[in-house]
T-cell receptor, first 115, second 115 residues
Framework: DAGVIQSPRHEVTEMGQEVTLRCKPI?????LFWYRQTMMRGLELLIY????????DSGMPEDRFSAKMPNASFSTLKIQPSEPRDSAVYFC?????????????FGEGSRLTVL | AQTVTQSQPEMSVQEAETVTLSCTYD???????LFWYKQPPSRQMILVIR??????QNATENRFSVNFQKAAKSFSLKISDSQLGDTAMYFC????????????FGKGITLSVRP
């Protein structure tokens, strides 16, 4: 079975540009999480969805960040406009909420560099 | 809010030796899950071991075992017979139970296994 699929794997962009990161969760999973990883702050939860509905977006750093989940098989994280401090690895993870075993399945991450 | 603390930024161990990684957490809840995730240089987040707080028995997975001290809010990971492939960052994580549970990570520890 395919795992969580993220794209792009790497993105280099210039300050001010719009960045869109994509995630396809594991089929059948009904919870999706977006994390950001940096050396300074470690792994931070940005937002998560249950059944395509955003539950907690308190981790989204500012209004430049937005996330959507239009259906059960796709989510996007958008940064507009991007800034150098947004440079990080962004992870998407999914799980089956109803079982609540706690294990999250992670994608390989999208490394973003903003120049 | 729950917090997870990993106070050691890095450790080193000789191949075939045993190493223990420390983790403490803070919560007011009685039921929850604790995890150790491994992140090798490939960047993929891999679940190593999981512990349910209501279980008194420490979880074990082959060479990996935990020492779960609920009263002390301590959750350490022991790696026996260390192998070169164990070289990675290790993250301790906490998840509360309930419909809107989320996973909170510690800052991580870099483990190097020396040949």
């Amino acid at each position: 079975d395919a795992g969580v699929i993220q794209s792009p794997r790497h993105e280099v962009t210039e300050m001010g540009q719009e960045v869109t990161l994509r995630c396809k969760p594991i089929s059948g999973h009904n919870s999706l999480f977006w994390y950001r990883q940096t050396m300074m702050r470690g792994l931070e939860l940005l937002i998560y969805f249950n059944n395509n509905v955003p539950i907690d977006d308190s981790g989204m750093p500012e209004d430049r960040f937005s996330a959507k989940m239009p259906n059960a098989s796709f989510s996007t994280l958008k940064i507009q406009p991007s800034e150098p401090r947004d440079s990080a690895v962004y992870f998407c993870a999914s799980t089956i909420r109803d079982f609540n075993t706690g294990e999250l399945f992670f994608g390989e991450g999208s490394r973003l560099t903003v120049l | 809010a729950q917090t997870v603390t990993q106070s050691q930024p890095e450790m080193s161990v000789q191949e075939a030796e045993t190493v223990t990684l420390s983790c403490t957490y803070d919560t007011s809840e009685n039921n929850y899950y604790l995890f150790w995730y491994k992140q090798p240089p490939s960047r993929q987040m891999i679940l190593v071991i999981r512990q349910e707080a209501y279980k008194q028995q420490n979880a074990t997975e082959n060479r990996f075992s935990v020492n779960f001290q609920k009263a002390a809010k301590s959750f350490s990971l022991k790696i026996s017979d260390s192998q070169l492939g164990d070289t990675a960052m290790y993250f301790c994580a906490f998840m509360n139970t309930g419909a809107n549970s989320k996973l909170t990570f510690g800052k991580g520890i870099t483990l190097s296994v020396r040949p």
